[in-house]
């Protein structure tokens, strides 16, 4: 059995998203990108399928994944202007590393539900935060219009029975991110002593 962490224990439990906009370099190298997907990866994965990839975008690639928003954007909305064309075109460079988490499940595993596939990608994008926690990086968790839309979905290169679960941006936070209001633990929280409890 592991040894209790207190102090990481601790750590996490100051685990807040920092928004994208306020991310800057330096982010992620490739040997610590790297760790940190490892960890993405070690996730609960009932029988083994790992239905999740990566896409990581950085450099030049941010840009060009922007203009497949750009593009999508417009056929859209047709009576868009410019500007709000511009300012999707440059949503994947507001942080200098976007990870899109993919939900890539294995329909002819039939003895696993979907909905657990689906979850265990949920659960990748959770593990990337903390590894970017615990990496000394800020990041967010996203999804907006286009985690949602078939034709961006293509011009990324997914497949049709993939869905993007997440566009994780990470980097450097510029700004301590401010604190949120979390849930009473007495109101989500209920130790169940039989039927009517």
């Given at each position: 059995?592991?040894?209790?962490?207190?102090?990481?224990?601790?750590?996490?439990?100051?685990?807040?998203?920092?928004?994208?906009e306020l991310l800057r370099e330096p982010g992620p190298d490739e040997a610590t990108l790297h760790a940190m997907l490892d960890v993405a990866m070690r996730v609960p994965d009932h029988g083994k399928l790992g239905?999740?990839?990566?896409?990581?975008?950085?450099?030049?690639?941010?840009?060009?994944?922007?203009?497949?928003?750009?593009?999508?954007?417009?056929?859209?909305?047709?009576?868009?202007?410019d500007a709000a064309v511009a300012f999707e075109r440059g949503r994947f460079e507001r942080a200098p590393v976007v990870v899109?988490?993919?939900?890539?499940?294995?329909?002819?595993?039939?003895?696993?539900?979907?909905?657990?596939?689906?979850?265990?990608?949920?659960a990748a994008c959770q593990n990337l935060l903390n590894a970017s926690l615990f990496a000394g990086f800020g990041a967010q968790w996203l999804t907006e219009w286009y985690a949602y839309d078939d034709d961006v979905a293509r011009g990324l290169g997914l497949t049709a029975d993939e869905r993007v679960a997440g566009f994780v941006y990470i980097g450097s936070a510029s700004d301590a991110p401010e604190e949120r209001t979390r849930p009473d633990y007495a109101s989500r929280v209920i130790e169940w002593k039989g039927a009517g409890s």
């Open positions: 059995m592991p040894e209790a962490d207190p102090a990481a224990l601790a750590r996490l439990a100051t685990r807040r998203s920092v928004k994208a239905p999740w990839r990566f896409l990581i975008l950085r450099g030049e690639a941010r840009a060009a994944a922007g203009e497949v928003l750009a593009r999508c954007f417009r056929a859209r909305e047709p009576e868009a202007d899109v988490v993919v939900s890539s499940p294995n329909a002819r595993a039939v003895k696993i539900p979907m909905w657990e596939q689906q979850l265990s990608s949920g």
